[in-house]
């Protein structure tokens, strides 16, 4: 049973299109993590969010999380070639550190 | 910053030999590291939980006789594949996290690619 799942699990664009990826669950986390992973390398933290209803922007990336703190979203404005990589939405559910992770999208943005 | 490093990036070895990968937080401590394992295209799998000074906690199917950790230092967990056979072959990534386990923030490393012929 996967507790958090992410659509879409693939997705070719063009450059400038804008995109939404979502992160769904039945389960509230008390926070919820958006990694960015590139080929051969780590997933690299992009942001928390930990409040219900919040919305945080990094440049052209809007994270936002579920009122009821169930589900997540972000979403890409006018996206790049550099944007290109796979995406993670994490959630914690306990004060362990520990993770529970989405199936993750692979974003493809062509030029 | 939340530096954490892995070594080695790659490693080839034959089936049959013992294979230790290291995790290293280098600008803060870590009491609880963790240990992923991931395939191609896919999302993270958590093999186990490090614990500095005590017993790593496993997920369920992972065998902890196969992966062995350690976590000796609050900068230092080691994972060692004990007779390693090709189907162990993967991506095998750690995270650590930094301070007060808050909001679960976990700080990766690099990610070993592990070949095992």
């Known amino acids: 049973t996967q507790l958090l799942e992410q659509s879409p699990q693939f997705l070719s664009i063009q450059e400038g299109e804008n995109l939404t990826v979502y992160c769904n669950s039945s389960s509230v986390f008390s926070s919820l993590q958006w990694y960015r992973q590139e080929p051969g390398e780590g997933p690299v933290l992009l942001v928390t969010v930990v409040t219900g209803g919040e919305v945080k922007k990094l440049k052209r990336l809007t994270f936002q999380f579920g009122d009821a703190r169930k589900d997540s979203s972000l979403h890409i404005t006018a996206a790049q070639p550099g944007d290109t990589g796979l995406y993670l939405c994490?959630?914690?559910?306990?004060?362990?550190?520990?993770?529970?992770f989405g199936q993750g999208t692979t974003l493809q943005v062509k030029p | 910053g939340a530096v954490v490093s892995q070594h080695p990036s790659r490693v080839i070895c034959k089936s049959g030999t013992s294979v230790k990968i290291e995790c290293r937080s280098l600008?803060?401590?870590?009491?609880?590291m963790f240990w992923y394992r991931q395939f191609p295209k896919k999302s993270l799998m958590l093999m186990a939980t490090s614990n500095e000074g005590s017993k790593a906690t496993y997920e369920q199917g992972v065998e902890k006789d196969k992966f062995l950790i350690n976590h000796a230092s609050l900068t230092l967990s080691t994972l060692t594949v004990t007779s390693a056979h090709p189907e162990d072959s993967s991506f095998y990534i750690c995270?650590?996290?930094?301070?007060?386990?808050?909001?679960?923030?976990?700080?990766f490393g690099p990610g070993t690619r592990l070949t095992v012929l």
């Open positions: 994490a959630g914690a559910r306990s004060n362990t550190g520990k993770l529970i």
């Open positions: 600008d803060f401590q870590a009491t609880t």
């Open positions: 995270s650590a996290i930094k301070g007060a386990a808050t909001y679960n923030e976990q700080f």
